[in-house]
């Protein structure tokens, strides 16, 4: 079975420039979730998509990130401007029930802001 | 909202030793509490998890305990070996079905 995809892997942006950080849930899993992982630190939920849904966007600053997942399958996770602290590493995952279990992540992309 | 902490945040062992890593949570109403492992540069993996109406599960040389009277869930990993060695997070699954993940302790086990 094909894991998470997730890409680009690296990025390196000014402050102020925008990303965009693009996933491809397992096939099958409705649920696909954005973290933020900051170094040394554990995940922190972003945004909960069930389908094409927003299940929970509570912890999304959404004065600069916005998120969609179009036709209930890949998703796309967008920084405009970007900060010096939103360096981190920005983790998709994707389960099968809409319930937080069984969660499988990406890759992730490791975002470098200077 | 949910709080998980977790303790400690690093822990040395002997190979072959046994690995304790503990877990609290605030929210009452989670229910879901997975364990995941990170090694250096990749992806957190799913390594165990348990569900409220089970106290104890079992896999090989892991095993996690919940007590959901005093709110708190353990990490137990038995004879370790060097590959061992990574960050574990505990999480728990709380109210509105998300995840709430620990600090990380990093786990090193010495030959």
């Known amino acids: 079975e094909a894991g998470v995809a997730q890409s680009p892997r690296y990025k390196i942006i000014e402050k102020r420039q925008s990303v965009a950080f693009w996933c491809n849930p397992i096939?099958?899993?409705?649920?696909l979730y954005w973290y933020q992982q900051i170094l040394g630190q554990g995940p922190k939920l972003l945004i909960q998509?069930?389908?094409?849904?927003?299940?929970?966007d509570s912890q999304l600053p959404k004065d600069r990130f916005s998120a969609e997942r179009l036709k209930g399958v890949d998703s796309t996770l967008k920084i405009q401007p970007a900060k010096l602290e939103d360096s981190a590493v920005y983790l998709c995952?994707?389960?099968?029930?809409?319930?937080?279990?069984?969660?499988?992540f990406g890759p992730g992309t490791r975002l470098t802001v200077l | 909202g949910e709080n998980v902490e977790q303790h400690p945040s690093t822990l040395s062992v002997q190979e072959g030793d046994s690995a304790v890593i503990k877990c609290t949570y605030s929210?009452?109403?989670?229910?879901?509490f997975p364990w995941y492992k990170q090694e250096l540069g990749k992806r957190p993996q799913l390594i165990i998890d348990?569900?409220?109406?089970?106290g104890e599960k079992k896999d090989q040389r892991i095993a996690v305990t919940l007590n959901k009277t005093a709110k708190h869930f353990s990490l137990h990993i038995t004879e370790t070996q060097p590959e061992d060695s990574a960050v574990y997070f505990c999480?728990?699954?709380?109210?509105?079905?998300?995840?709430?993940f620990g600090g990380g302790t990093r786990v090193l086990v010495k030959p």
């Open positions: 995952a994707s389960s099968l029930v809409g319930r937080g279990e069984g969660q499988f």
């Open positions: 096939s099958g899993h409705a649920t």
């Open positions: 998509f069930q389908n094409n849904g927003v299940v929970d």
């Open positions: 929210d009452s109403a989670s229910n879901y």
């Open positions: 348990i569900r409220s109406n089970v």
């Open positions: 999480a728990a699954g709380g109210a509105g079905n998300k995840l709430t």
